[in-house]
């Protein structure tokens, strides 16, 4: 299988700590996976790499079927070649309706002069009420978003996220602050997404991850440490000394 | 767009109804087309002020809806004037020096003419020489273009490099601040070719209108000035309305999260960095032939300052708002400041306004931003529902946007 995503070697320290050390990873066009690892195993910065928020000191990042470097590319460069991020803490425009939030991530062109002539088509207007409904968000359209609870915020993130289409979505946490209905729903969301593209998805709930039902990779101190089924790694014992030992 | 446009906004229709009888009325009113209440000078004031709007119309662009607090674009106010001043004063010192030389026994030879318009304008500097920044001055059109291509292409190329390095927030300040400090001392030199400290003056008189009193003059740039306010405000009012003001007002409220969505952040700074200084060019060479002089203080980083408090008492990120603090402020101050304020006898001090009229703008900057951070503008929110829902009860849980106790229990 061809790899829409290829991580090879790539390195990079903080003042001498090495967060992330000659890390590899691929993932295929229409694959769901999983990273667990311990605090500190350098997850959130192999998203920093790949969003192009931090650039390594070694290694190479080839991205689609041209095998383009994402490496020297800036964030919304490469956020337009494909690659959607959700954040932890949501971080949605609280200044702004849902419906505003909405039509800012939905896929469009994004320079500045096709964003000043875009006036919303049927078309978008639809599917806006789609992913809102699919998030809940219907009913809450015209409100601020800054009004929403804190679970509100978060589909609306995952619903922005959808709304860009990317191929590539890298999810931190998704559940973290969510009732076990809402979690279901958010495996469901995630697991259709990964029908047709890439999920990458950062969790440290063991139990959101079995139920992913997919391949695992697991980081320590910066470089993968074993990969594979849930059942397979969790069976490793060196991820079983530095992570579900302790 | 216009028709649903305006429904869609119907502050905007408000605003152009209310400027539109304001022009009216004081057109009838004024010296030179109707009644004679209102002085030609202060129909000059008024016209001013509405240049001062227009400004500050640019500044709420970029200030309170993209969050880049840029204390530059007075100087691009100025250059604008500068533009537009070169000129008037080029055109209208011809027309004198043509007259005078056309009594003389020879007719003057085209480059005796030049030198002598040399020797009028750069007399007062030493210098009789025309330097190559007045290579257009005699083409009306030319400096019209110049009013709005040298306030762009500064700002384009100090906001290219100064986003393209992510500089934001007060270090931005400093550097836009940094530029319009450059920028006046580099004028106030006398060999920088604009006359030094002396600046360019006589601006009123319009070269060729000789026959057209100050009274009448004074009314067609009050027209113009309304005009441009209104295409302006119509302007700002239909980037603002789409997607283009989420992305603005994005860009001020998390600027990394647009990125993360695709937009080049620094793409759109810059287009509205040279577009807003644009229209600051424009409303300064509208409002210096009001003046009548143009000289380097008036760029300096002070008045930029300025414009930084008219937006935020009137109330930033709100259009009118913007209207409102530069025509409430600009008007109050030339009122305190041209000694029509009464001074106040307190029996050991007296105070005078001139010189305390700082005081107390510095005063109610610093009130407003800690007490009415929406400024002037928030009062309309008293009346519109665009007041904060009252949710009652305690938050639920840390955020900002937490569910509350009685949203919980519905």
Known sequence: MSMLLEVS??????????????????????????????????????????????????????WGERNISLLGMSEARIAREGVGRKFQKPTVFED????????????????????????????????????????????????????LSHGQKQWLEIGMLLAQEPRLLLVDEPAAGMTPAEREHTTAILVEAAK??????????????????????????????????????????????????? | MSDTFLKRNPSTLVFLAVLALFVLGVTLLADGAGAGVISTSFVKTLGKTLCLALVALAMDLVWGYTGILSLGHFAFFGLGGYMIGMWLMYARTQAIVVSSLSEAPIPATESEIVDAIGNQIFGVVGSSEFPLVWMFADSLLMQLVLVVAVPGLLALVFGWLAFRSRVTGVYLSILTQAMTLGLALYLFQNDSGLRGNNGLSGLQNLPGLDHVPQATLSIWFFWASGLALALGYLFAAWIVSGKFGSVLRGIRDNEARVRFLGYSVEGYKLFIFTVTAIIAGIAGALYYPQAGIINPAEIAPVASIYLAVWVAIGGRGRLYGAVIGAVFVSLVSSWFTGGQAPDVNLGFYTLKWVDWWLIVLGLSFVLVTLFAPRGIGGLVDLWSDRRQPDRHGADLGPGVGALREKEAEQ
């Open chain 1, 9 to 62: 070697g790539v390195s990079v320290s903080f003042d001498g700590f090495k967060a992330i050390n000659n890390l590899s990873f691929a993932i295929g066009a229409a694959e769901m996976r999983a990273i667990i690892g311990p605090n500190g195993a350098g997850k959130t910065t192999f998203m920093d790499i790949v969003t192009g928020k931090t650039k390594p000191d070694a290694g190479r990042v080839i």
């Open chain 1, 96 to 147: 702004q309706t849902v419906l505003e939030n909405l039509l800012m991530a939905l896929r469009a062109p994004r320079g500045p002069l096709a964003v000043m002539f875009y006036r919303p088509s049927p078309v978008d207007l639809t599917r806006v009420e789609e992913l809102a409904s699919e998030i809940g968000l219907l009913e809450a359209l015209q409100r601020k978003s800054g009004e």
């Open chain 1, 196 to 246: 047709t593209r890439a999920v990458v998805v950062v969790e440290h709930d063991m139990e959101f991850v079995r139920r992913l039902d997919c391949r695992v990779t697991v980081l320590h101190e910066g470089a993968v440490l074993a990969e594979g089924s849930l059942d397979h790694v969790t069976a490793n014992s060196q991820v079983i000394d530095v992570y579900l030992g302790r």
